[in-house]
């Protein structure tokens, strides 16, 4: 099984990306899981322009293939205005709209406070649902006093982090894709110059 870890920060170090990373360590411990790291910050991803997703090229498209090829994802993202930063919000507008159907998300977020740790409710969970996918339970909300000289010194933190890679993993083993229901409606990507 191949889990894709999504880092929506475009920082660098990152504490988003640190989470991932440790989420990536602790699938990979899993003997039948492949995992990695995705950071969008190294990757140039177009803005989306409305064109059919099988169109892109170069780097954009390497990441959609990435994303699509995984059977599992853990999904991070900084808090930015209350809500996933904008280089995440690209990446799914990119994405063809059944890359994500029937695939556990764990989801994870890094807030400044823990101001905003219901936006992983209220932001994060519906864009999953679009996507007919699977959004595990026990969402990881990390702030700032849970890092300290560049790694994450909260104990409760880590073992929430390691329950919600664990239960990504259990979910993608026994869950059948096809188990996502019924397709979405189709919505047109069409443009004013198709008519
Ligand atoms: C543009 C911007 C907007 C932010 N908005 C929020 C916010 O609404 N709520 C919050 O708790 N933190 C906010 N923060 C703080 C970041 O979410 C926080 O520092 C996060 O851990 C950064 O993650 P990173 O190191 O992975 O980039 C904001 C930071 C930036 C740069």
Redesign the pocket.
């Given at each position: 099984m191949e889990l894709l870890a999504i880092?929506g920060?475009?920082?660098d170090?990152?504490?988003?990306?640190?989470l991932l990373e440790l989420a990536v360590a602790r699938a990979a411990a899993h003997d039948d899981v492949s995992a990695e790291l995705l950071a969008l910050r190294d990757h140039d991803v177009v803005f989306s322009d409305g064109r059919d997703p099988a169109d892109y090229t170069g780097d954009t498209r390497a990441v959609i293939d990435r994303v699509v090829a995984a059977d599992a994802l853990v999904v991070?993202?900084?808090?930015?205005?209350?809500?996933y930063t904008g280089r995440l919000k690209n990446l799914f507008d990119v994405l063809p709209n059944d890359a994500l159907a029937g695939k556990p998300v764990g989801l994870v977020a890094?807030?400044?406070?823990?101001?905003?740790f219901l936006?992983v409710e209220h932001e994060l969970k519906p864009l999953v649902g679009f996507f007919r996918a699977w959004a595990v339970p026990g969402a990881v909300y990390?702030?700032?006093t849970h890092?300290d000289g560049g790694a994450l010194v909260d104990d409760g933190v880590r073992d929430r982090l390691d329950a919600l890679t664990d239960a990504v993993v259990t979910f993608a083993r026994r869950m059948p894709r096809d188990a996502a229901g019924a397709a979405a409606p189709d919505i047109p990507r069409r443009s004013l110059r198709e008519g």
């Open positions: 880092s920060s475009p920082s170090p990152s504490k988003t990306a640190l991070g993202t900084p808090m930015y205005r209350g809500s890094t807030g400044g406070t823990d101001h905003h936006a990390a702030n700032n890092f």
